[in-house]
RNA sequence: GGCUCCGUAGCUCAGCUGGAUAGAGCAACUGACUUCUAAUCAGUAGGUCAAAGGUUCGAAUCCUUUCGGGGUCACCA
């Protein structure tokens, strides 16, 4: 469909070469909405043609509007403003937007492009429960696979569960030395927090183990070595943490005994792991089932933990890599400023590169998805940037499809989340919490008292998880955020509930008009338009291209704030302009199929984001 | 220290592929519910776009430097 964009500018610069025909190529023509308080709806920017036609700008406004409003149909008049050109475009061109719309249930939805991409996110450690961090990563990680479905792709939504290694060990030793062991069925725990207790036991018993070793010689010993000059013990022993774990800790020790028990196949360890394991898959995805999301692929670290060693092979031939004399193989991206990177250890045995190499192989093999988004922190960019760098130099079929989504941390009022601190949100209850508060405005309200329980509890839920949501999604990816958890969830202003509370409007509308038997479907003889009318139309027409730049920028942001602006612009709409009091049947009629446009697009744009619409609150 | 991301209203954020007088929400203040649902609307007030240079017809936006904050620079994942 065409969009008032795409017919102006391949307009503009033929009036440009008809007039003036210049030497130079003519740049893309710059053209946006104009401003609210000059006549027109479109603005062209003349300026970059002032050389070219050696004349004032304006004169060249002149120039080019007189040219523009013959060639082009759409055109009905124009203005200029010092360098601006604001054209008037003809109602028709944007009632037939209007029709578009409406005869389009998936309007911005793009055909298929017979492209694959393979988005990865949330991807947790089984040693504790979801947080907000991981809301983050998962809510971005889904948004960006509807909209790339939206786009055109074929989607694969997948996770790596981080299943093994020592701290997954860590629970389960804690686990086996609590004599009243804790299991979900018995203890009614969900099975992520139980193990994520565990998980804080171990460290609890560690840290006393700790203490109770800096009192001996051996402590002593290792202080007056290792210490910086003027170290105090206190900073010492922070820094000296892991090094006691590796060399003196008996709690250390054992777990380190399990996870090479573990390497071995150790049948009873296997067993414990498996157990455990699966109690935190049965939690998580009770979470992922509340946050309504879901996975297409699974990746276990424990299958993919070996891999990449034939990547390393083939890197070594190629003469890509290098091996040092202790056996470690490195590569050397010192011209890229990337430094020496270590690829695989002195012992033969893989690093977190080789795997993420390997992976990335064997991903490719499974689903040939030419694309793959990596929903990572951006502690990680480094990491992401020599992978994607060796890829490419490896020539990998899928090197230029690389891409890491790098979001930035969640902060507290006061700072950092620290799970030692306990300050960590977690996930669960921060669900929990939003749905009640949703749960409490609406009893306050009134609105949905008559309704079933059931169909009350599913419109409760929606719109605490579109506060919640949309307060996370809105924030461009990039930034870090403040969160506080003190303060409620926002329910009114620029959040999810808002541009929910505007659909209803539309849904209400329409279930009015098919009460007093209004068809709407025909729009006859044209009305005029008023200019909050155009206005919403305008919006709504530009709904295919912000899908498109949310994708090109990896920025579900973009999707979230149009949905703002056109709720919004619904908004002052109905506040301003009666439906059913309108002067005439054309305009009743005009007026709510643009209800039902708004609606439309609200609830497609909102979905791309992981938001659904109620259909009443 | 090297690299990198960030700095816009009291707070939380838009705007950044250069365009007209920098926009929203929250908080504050004024108004509007017998009206298609007030989870709303209309309005007032709030800004040295961190600072300084530069590029140009034009800079919050691009470049350089400085300041402030985060991240990262492991034979951890």
């Known amino acids: 469909m065409n969009t008032i964009a795409t017919i102006l500018e391949p307009a503009v610069k033929k009036a440009i070469q008809k007039l003036y025909s210049p030497e130079v190529e003519i740049p893309k023509p710059n053209i946006g909405d104009t401003r609210k308080e000059f006549e027109g709806d479109v603005t062209v920017v003349v300026f970059p043609y002032v050389k070219m036609g050696k004349k004032n700008p304006a ?29 008037v475009i003809a109602d028709n061109f944007w ?78 030793l804690a686990w086996q030395l609590d004599d009243n062991a804790l299991t979900p069925s018995k203890d009614e725990i969900k099975g992520d927090h139980l193990v994520g207790k565990y998980y804080v036991q171990f460290d609890k018993m560690f840290q006393e183990e700790y203490k109770k070793w800096q009192l001996t010689e051996a402590a002593t010993q290792a202080f007056n070595d290792k210490k910086k000059e003027e170290e105090t013990a206190e900073s010492f022993y922070k820094r000296y943490k892991n090094n006691y774990f590796n060399d003196f800790s008996n709690l250390g020790k054992a777990a380190k005994e399990m996870l090479i028990k573990w390497e071995s196949n150790d049948t009873e360890i296997r067993a414990l792991w498996k157990q455990m394991n699966g109690w935190v898959y049965d939690g998580f995805n009770s979470t992922y089932d509340k946050l309504k999301v879901n996975f297409d692929a699974l990746y276990y670290e424990s299958d993919t933990y070996l891999l ?3 990547v390393i092979e083939e890197g070594l031939n190629s003469k890509l890599f290098y091996k040092k004399e202790d056996g470690s193989v490195w590569i050397d991206l010192d011209d ?56 490419k130099r490896m020539e990998k079929p899928f090197a230029s499809g690389l891409h890491h989504l790098s979001y930035g941390m969640i902060d507290l009022p006061t700072g950092k989340m620290k799970s030692r601190e306990g300050t960590v949100v977690d996930a669960d209850d921060l669900v929990a919490e939003v749905i009640e508060e949703a749960r409490k405005s609406s009893e306050e309200k009134g609105e ?77 003889s044209s009305p005029s338009l008023e200019l909050t009318e155009k206005s919403i139309l305008q919006l709504l027409s530009q709904y295919p291209q912000i899908v498109t730049e949310a994708a090109n920028n990896y920025d579900p942001s973009v999707v979230a704030n149009y949905c703002y602006d056109v709720a919004k ?43 659904e619409m109620p259909s009443r609150m």
């Open 59 to 87: 004169q060249i406004g002149q120039e080019l509007g007189e040219e523009l409003l013959n060639s082009v149909d759409e055109i009905v008049a124009f203005n200029v403003q010092k360098g601006f050109l604001n054209l």
């Open 95 to 172: 009632k037939t937007n209007l029709d578009n719309i409406l005869s389009n249930p998936s309007f911005g939805e793009k055909e298929s492009n017979n492209k694959k991409v393979l988005v990865e996110y949330s991807s947790p450690n089984t040693n504790k429960p979801l947080h907000l961090g991981h809301i983050r990563n998962i809510l971005l990680g889904w948004s960006m696979a509807n909209i790339f479905k939206n786009e055109g792709y074929s989607v694969v939504k997948t996770q790596i569960i981080n299943d093994r290694g020592i701290a997954i060990c860590k629970s389960m």
């Open 569 to 611: 612009l619904f908004s002052k709409f109905w506040g301003e302009l009666k439906i059913f009091q309108a002067e005439s049947e054309e305009k009743i009629t005009l007026r709510l199929q643009l209800c039902k446009a708004v609606g439309q697009v609200l609830e497609s744009g909102m979905n791309l984001i992981g938001i």
């Open 308 to 310: 990449g060693k034939e």
């Open 448 to 524: 949905i008292a008559n309704m079933e329980p059931a169909e009350q509890k599913e419109i409760i839920e929606k719109i605490g998880l579109a506060a919640l949501k949309y307060f996370i999604i809105k924030v461009n990816p990039k930034k870090r955020m403040v969160f506080d958890p003190n303060s409620s969830v926002d329910i009114q202003g620029h959040t999810g509930p808002y541009i929910q509370y505007q659909y209803v409007r539309t849904q209400n509308t329409l279930r009015t008009a098919k009460q007093k038997n209004i068809n709407f479907d025909n729009l006859g």
């Open 336 to 391: 890229v400023d990337m430094g020496q990177k270590i690829l695989l250890r002195s012992d033969g045995t893989s690093v977190y590169m080789t795997q993420d190499l390997g992976t990335a192989c064997v991903r490719y093999d499974n689903h040939q998805s030419e694309k793959m988004v990596y929903v990572v922190g951006d502690e990680q960019d480094y990491h992401f940037k020599v992978l994607f760098e060796i890829m």
